[in-house]
């Protein structure tokens, strides 16, 4: 698939989403590449009249949003969200997902806990049979990380998973830094055959702050392919 074709795809799933939105609103707004497509369509339906508000999930968001015109608040102002659009790295069939390869898991995270509904919007590439494919982002304090590198690469290979974890560089090859200040290791496990066994085990280790499995928080997954637009629901 080529980046162009990519990108259309990317933007029929974000147009599908927007539908779901209703006045009145109070949205997560996601990040990465296919969320900026539904900010962005977001935005147009604002500068037609729609009263939304926004909680944007990474200082990139954020920005767009206020360059576009997308009105914005706090979790802190709103604790409650009525729908959160974001996308994900891999979706499985009932809706778990990794997400976290633009850097924003632990905002995203606790934007969609706070969310009565969340929806994520992909294209087909990222629907897969079993996670793992992506490597999966796990957010850590800079403090001994070199320690907590190896116990997560000891809890994934625990877990049925082994693999290596590398600390995420910049392009520039410097430490990779989240937005609330945290390092971020992407471990290569190839196939994830127990997601929940796997979320519990990282959460346990001292010095990970979030994961980047996504685990019943996804109520709708929008897949759009070749052949069109999908909607999954979770069962």
Same mark, same amino acid.
């Given at each position: 698939?080529? @980046? ?66 997308? @009105? ?18 891999? $979706?499985? &069939? ?42 999966? &982002? ?28 590398? @600390? ?23 196939? $994830? ?28 997954? $929008? ?13």
């Amino acid at each position: 698939m080529s @980046p162009s074709d990519a990108e259309k795809l990317k933007y029929a799933a974000a147009a599908r989403a927007v539908e779901f939105v209703r006045p009145g609103m109070r949205l997560g707004l996601g990040t990465g590449s296919t969320a900026k497509h539904f900010v962005a369509l977001l935005a147009e339906r604002v500068r037609d009249g729609l009263d939304i508000v926004g909680v944007p999930t990474s200082e990139a968001t954020r920005a767009d949003a206020q360059r576009q015109g997308v @009105p914005l608040t706090t979790l802190d102002e709103v604790p409650e969200l009525d729908l959160t659009v974001d996308g994900a790295d891999e $979706i499985a &069939p009932d809706l778990t997902l990794i997400k976290g390869g633009g850097g924003a898991l632990l905002r995203e995270k606790i934007v969609a806990a706070a969310s009565a509904r969340m929806i994520v919007i992909a294209d087909a590439s990222k629907y897969v049979p079993v996670l793992g494919r992506y490597p999966l &982002p796990v957010e850590v304090i800079p403090f001994g990380v070199v320690a907590t590198r190896r116990a997560v690469e000891a809890a994934a290979a625990d877990c049925g998973c082994p693999g290596a974890a590398q @600390p995420r560089k910049t392009r520039e090859g410097h430490a990779f830094v989240t937005d609330s200040g945290h390092l971020l290791l992407d471990a290569a496990l190839a196939r $994830i055959p127990e997601p929940a066994a796997l979320a519990r085990a990282l959460v346990a280790i001292p010095g990970v702050v979030e994961h980047g499995l996504f685990i019943g928080l996804a109520q709708i997954a $929008i897949i759009a392919g070749s052949d069109g637009v999908t909607i999954v629901e979770r069962t």
